[in-house]
């Protein structure tokens, strides 16, 4: 047991996941909207906000001792983390495809 390696494993396939789903959902709405920069800029919010927030998830974990990383005690924390890593992981591709979608309906 050890809560550094699992958390940077669930970091290592969360990002793979997101990754996945922004190429796949962006690019339907890169067809969807038929020239317009928004999608792009879709691309770019979604890059910036997922890298700081996958790096304080790791820094908060790679910090532990190594007592601390295979304490059991430590399983509630793990997963409260692992929840919001997924839920943004899989959540913040939709999200914000969906917010840019909006704005150019607004704005077309």
């Not at 050890?2 to 962006?26: C, E, H, P």
């Not at 909207?33 to 792009?40: D, F, K």
């Not at 890298?51 to 509630?76: G, M, N, T």
């Amino acid at each position: 047991l050890d809560w550094r390696k699992r958390m940077s494993d669930n970091i290592a396939y969360a990002l793979l996941v997101y990754t996945g789903l922004q190429i796949f959902v962006t690019m339907g709405a890169l067809h969807g909207q038929g020239g317009s920069i928004l999608p792009y800029f879709a691309l770019v919010l979604l890059v910036a906000a997922i890298i700081p927030a996958c790096r304080r998830f790791e820094r908060r974990w790679a910090r532990l001792s190594d007592a601390q990383a295979a304490d059991p005690e430590f399983v509630s924390f793990y997963r409260r983390d692992q929840r919001w890593l997924w839920a943004m992981a899989v959540g913040l591709p939709f999200m914000v495809t969906a917010l840019f979608k909006l704005l150019a309906l607004a704005i077309g």
